[in-house]
Nanobody, 122 residues
Framework: QVQLVESGGGLVQAGGSLRLSCAAS????????MGWFRQAPGKEREFVAA????????SYADSVKGRFTISRSNAKNTVYLQMNSLKPEDTAVYYC???????????????WGQGTQVTVSS
């Protein structure tokens, strides 16, 4: 069992930056692929980024590539999402999730945090 708690969301102006954190419980954090997903009002949840257990592999949605960076600290049981050059269309609830497989499909993620709101004003 893995429990995930996100933090770092908030209100920011377009062009600004935020760093989201997701703290995980348990001693097997490094065995999990960690992902970030987001859900905007009235839209389905979508993949944002993923990182492999030891950080050697990562992937991004096209909409955030070059602006967002996913990273992790296995010593701290934490995954991060650095978000730069934020746009109003990045406004969403952001969720972190854990999976035993490297994949972008949310159905393959077994554990989810409660989400943190990110609002980007124009």
């Amino acid at each position: 069992q893995v429990q995930l708690v996100e933090s770092g969301g908030g209100l920011v102006q377009a062009g600004g930056s935020l760093r989201l954190s997701c703290a995980a419980s348990g001693r097997t954090f490094s065995t999990y692929v960690m992902g970030w997903f987001r859900q905007a009002p009235g839209k389905e949840r979508e993949f944002v980024a993923a990182i492999s257990g030891y950080g050697g592999r990562n992937s991004y949605a096209d909409s955030v590539k070059g602006r967002f960076t996913i990273s992790r600290s296995n010593a701290k049981n934490t995954v991060y999402l650095q978000m730069n050059s934020l746009k109003p269309e990045d406004t969403a609830v952001y969720y972190c999730a854990a999976s035993s497989r490297y994949d972008q499909r949310e159905s393959l993620y077994d554990y989810w945090g409660q989400g943190t709101q990110v609002t980007v004003s124009s």
